[in-house]
């Protein structure tokens, strides 16, 4: 079972990076997936859960209306498309699959290893 995340960079701030965690060794249908980070000296915190079998969306206030993630079950992956970048939204993304979302991973029973995102001021 292996989950590894692409896409992260150096954006300026009011940019956009367009993150993908791709799955190998299970099939995200009966999952929940979910796009954590991490900033340094912070805690984990939660970003967006989609659910692979009906589609159901969650979102942080952090990202609301900002962030969009959206998953293609043909290609087991699954997609962060993040827009109007802040500074703030600096940290390592990981995404994570399991049964159920909270904020801080608790029902997540896979990680990947994460991808950076920078975003300058």
């Known amino acids: 079972v292996q989950l590894v995340e692409s896409g992260g960079g150096l954006v300026q701030a009011g940019g956009s990076l367009r993150l993908s965690c791709a799955a190998s060794g299970f099939t995200f249908d009966d999952y929940t997936i979910g796009w954590f980070r991490q900033a340094p000296g912070q805690e984990r915190e939660g970003v967006s859960s989609i659910s692979s079998s009906d589609g159901s969306t969650y979102y942080e206030d952090s990202v609301k209306g900002r962030f969009t993630i959206s998953c293609d079950n043909a290609k087991n992956t699954v997609y962060l498309q993040m827009n109007s970048l802040k500074p703030e939204d600096t940290a390592v993304y990981y995404c994570?699959?399991?049964?159920?979302?909270?904020?801080?991973?608790?029902?997540?029973?896979?990680w990947g290893k994460g991808t950076l995102v920078t975003v300058s001021s």
């Open positions: 994570a699959a399991g049964e159920f979302y909270t904020d801080h991973g608790e029902g997540m029973d896979y």
